[in-house]
């Protein structure tokens, strides 16, 4: 069957798991009165049936199939035009779907903030899927459109090489569910017993192509300090691990549109004086108990006190939350600010949107003739910007 011809424009896959019911409510809610074919899809017919009954219509497919069962994948990936995978931790589920796609000439987007599999999955795969002429996208939530599209925007509006752009989160409100949670741990468990995967991980180029694995950039911060050129105190951010090498990818792709010696980092901006430092502080608490060696008390403590998977925040915390970043751009003497602002809970009120009309992006829009193992910017350009301002409730802004 031809992708024109195939039954449906997107499946949602996972669509049982917390993120995944979101993003199927929200195309539900935006587009199924319009000209779009989707279903909805998982391993566990029952759950899906009482997602449908309770969120969405009888009209909606469901299709059944398992992360472990290569068959059954290509069974669904051959009828659809994208798969919009929610199915996390993506390194222990999502292998084989995406070689299904590829394979199946399906383009593909997800939530994977899991560096050492987005690494793996460029090793495995970038080439084959480039030759077969698929999009596979990863990081298309609060990990890492707002990060990869405000560097993107950032470049349009300011055509020079070689800028050096400084991200603070200035301010947010939302909550994180146990997917995620399951996530991190996972990359965290891989690290502790993989040599090279630790190495990857600390490498601030490791989503780099081979052989450029390497720039002007140093580890993630790491610690709260005083940041000189803004004349606030930062904090580390927890996604910077994610985010930046996705920045840094999308400069490789694209043959180095930001410049060889483009920098980049990422923090949280808690403030002045002594309460902008303990501000820091505190907000470092939590990630010395996320970042503790599986299997210690810390790491138990936190484990039990965390949500568990299909667990996460209630509409109402959902509907009040918000992201608000910020771009310091150095370009010599001249600064200018640019601003990334979201209008729900960043991880999943925002994320759910996000991924959703990546997906349709994807199966709809007319883009670019980049295939491979991509980023948002490379794979959808101009066409998700517009997408994400008009739909998402992201707004790209310069302030000065």
């Known amino acids: 069957m031809s992708i024109e011809n195939r039954d449906f424009d997107i499946i949602v896959w996972g669509a049982s798991g917390f993120t995944g019911r979101l993003v199927a409510e929200y ?3 935006k587009y199924n009165s319009r000209d779009l074919k989707w279903a909805i ?4 017919k029952s759950k899906l049936t009482s997602i449908r009954n309770s969120y969405l219509d009888s009209n909606i497919p469901i299709l059944i199939a398992d992360s472990f069962d290569y068959v059954s994948l290509n069974k669904i990936t051959n009828r659809t035009k994208v798969v919009c995978s929610t199915v996390g931790p993506y390194s222990k589920y999502g292998t084989l779907i995406v070689k299904s796609c590829i394979e199946s000439g399906t383009d593909y987007c997800d939530l994977a903030g899991e560096s050492q599999w987005i690494r793996k999955m460029i090793d495995l795969y970038h080439n084959k899927a480039r030759s077969n002429k698929v999009k596979i996208v990863n990081s298309c939530g609060f990990d890492s459109i707002p990060s990869d599209m405000g560097v993107y925007f950032i470049h349009k509006n300011i055509l020079k090489k070689d800028l050096q752009i400084s991200m603070r989160v200035a301010g ?3 909550g994180y569910s146990g997917g995620t949670y399951a996530s991190i741990n996972n990359i965290i468990t891989e690290a502790s017993k993989n040599k090279e995967i630790r190495k990857d991980l600390i490498n601030p180029y490791g989503l780099n192509p081979e052989g450029e694995k390497n720039g002007p950039d140093k580890r993630d911060l790491g610690s709260v300090i005083f940041d ?5 105190w930062i904090a580390p951010f927890l996604m910077a691990g994610i985010n930046s090498r996705i920045v840094r990818r999308s400069n490789a792709l694209s043959n180095y549109a930001y410049g060889r010696n483009f920098r980049y980092n990422e923090a949280v901006m808690t403030g002045n004086g002594v309460i902008g430092r303990m501000r820091g502080v505190l907000l470092s ?3 010395i108990f996320i970042a503790a060696k599986p299997g210690s008390v810390f790491k138990s403590i936190f484990n039990f006190l965390s949500p568990k998977p299909g667990q996460g925040p209630n509409k109402k915390e959902r509907e009040s939350g918000y992201f608000n970043i910020r771009f310091y751009v150095f370009d010599q003497s001249v600064t200018s600010i640019f601003k990334v602002t979201g209008d729900k809970d960043p991880g999943y009120g925002s994320t759910s949107k996000m991924l959703a009309e990546s997906a349709v992006c994807l199966a709809k829009d007319s883009l670019n003739n980049s295939y ?3 980023t948002p910017s490379i794979a959808m350009g101009d066409e998700i910007l517009k997408r ?3 739909n998402a409730g992201l707004r790209f802004s310069i302030i000065k």
């Open 285 to 287: 608490i939590p990630l």
């Open 27 to 29: 195309l539900f809610q």
């Open 172 to 174: 947010a409100k939302g």
């Open 388 to 390: 994400l301002e008009l």
């Open 372 to 374: 491979g193992i991509l």
């Open 228 to 232: 000189n050129r803004i004349k606030k």
């Open 41 to 44: 899809a998982g391993r566990d």
